[in-house]
């Protein structure tokens, strides 16, 4: 086999993130260093406690950093101070708000503890003192690898690649505009695209090609350890929140968009139609704020900066998925 990929995974664990953890600790071929919190879904709080109880469950020992309680700036605008957490709740005719992230994951509170360094010079200190053979996964807002790449420039040569759940080109979602992890803190998804770092992109055009359906959710089920059985009753909840939300090709699925990126890390043929595209992110604060701009043309203005997924392998994703979260602790 080869040599193990090591990675930092950033979350803010919500239901996807938590299916990303459970994979990329469960993957032999990933070496989680780490985990790091951000505010995103649900406030650092809430996010952090998630994460630990997934790490409980999972029986597994990475440390986990608190990383970024609030977006670099976004909350100082006007035009964005109401930053709310989590993607929309209600679309027009609809009753009642419905949820995508509980505020605590369905698991029992947590008996853990985070590290005492918080995220951001946790990733300074780790990536200078490195070969320079760590991947950063981060599936929600960029805010503590943005932070620490202000504080210390150094780290950009220091990182192999970044390959990061965010964005989207022919989809979004949290606004006619944005996909959420960009939208909630865009001036760092901004930072992190022009750091030269090698990015590579899972944004929704790929994650929305590769829904877990409720088959497959009974499976799951049918696993008989723990872990798979969280993941089903997360994956469950969201098949029920897309269909009121966001229905998908196949009603009866949703995607489980930050577990994709980590099966790109291990397994980079699940991911489809990749090119190397020029990406920036819009930071004006009006309508198409937190967009994904990609540059169709073949002349771009700046050079091509992010390897960016058109698409996915569904089936390998479901197969891949499926295959580690039986493996996980009884
Ligand atoms: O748009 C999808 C992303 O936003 C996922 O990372 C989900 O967890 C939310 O953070
Ligand atoms: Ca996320």
């Not at 950033?10 to 985990?35: F, K, N, R, S, W």
């Not at 020992?61 to 909350?75: H, L, Q």
């Not at 979602?173 to 998804?189: G, H, K, L, V």
């Amino acid at each position: 086999m080869s040599e193990k990929k090591k990675i930092i995974l950033d979350v803010d664990t919500g239901t996807d993130d938590a299916v990303a953890i459970m994979t990329a600790y469960l993957e032999p071929e990933i070496d989680l260093l780490a985990v790091c919190t951000v505010a995103g879904n649900k406030p650092l709080y809430n996010t952090t406690e998630n994460t630990l109880r997934v790490r409980d469950v999972l029986q597994a020992d990475f440390p986990i950093y608190r990383g970024c309680e609030t977006s670099m700036v976004s909350t100082l605008l006007p035009s964005r101070h109401a930053v709310i957490h989590g993607t929309r709740t209600k679309v027009e005719g609809m009753k009642e708000d419905v949820n995508m992230h509980t505020d605590f994951l369905d698991l029992p509170a947590s008996k853990g503890e985070v590290e005492k360094e918080n995220a951001v010079f946790f990733y300074v200190k780790t990536l200078m003192e490195s070969d320079g053979d760590i991947t950063i996964v981060p599936v929600g807002p960029m805010t503590n690898l943005a932070m620490a790449m202000r504080v210390e420039p150094k780290i950009c040569s220091k990182i192999k690649e970044i390959v990061l759940m965010g964005g989207g080109y022919n989809r979004t979602n949290t606004s006619s505009a944005a996909e959420f992890n960009i939208w909630f803190d865009p001036e760092a998804a901004q930072i992190v695209m022009e750091s030269g770092v090698p990015i590579r992109m899972v944004p929704l055009d790929a994650t929305h090609q590769a829904c877990i359906n409720t088959d497959e959710v009974k499976k799951l089920q049918a696993m008989g350890n723990p872990s798979a059985a969280a993941a089903a009753s997360f994956i469950a909840h969201r098949i029920f929140a897309y269909s009121q939300l966001q229905p998908m090709e196949r009603l009866d699925s949703a995607p489980v968009h930050d577990a994709l990126a980590v099966c790109a890390v291990a397994h980079p043929q699940v991911l489809k139609d990749v090119r190397l595209s020029r990406v920036d992110i819009d930071i004006s604060g009006g309508f198409a704020d937190g967009q994904t701009i990609l540059d169709p043309r073949t002349f771009t203005d700046k050079p091509r900066n992010v390897n960016f997924a058109f698409g996915a392998d569904r089936d390998f994703f479901a197969d891949w998925m499926l295959n580690l979260l039986a493996t996980a602790a009884k």
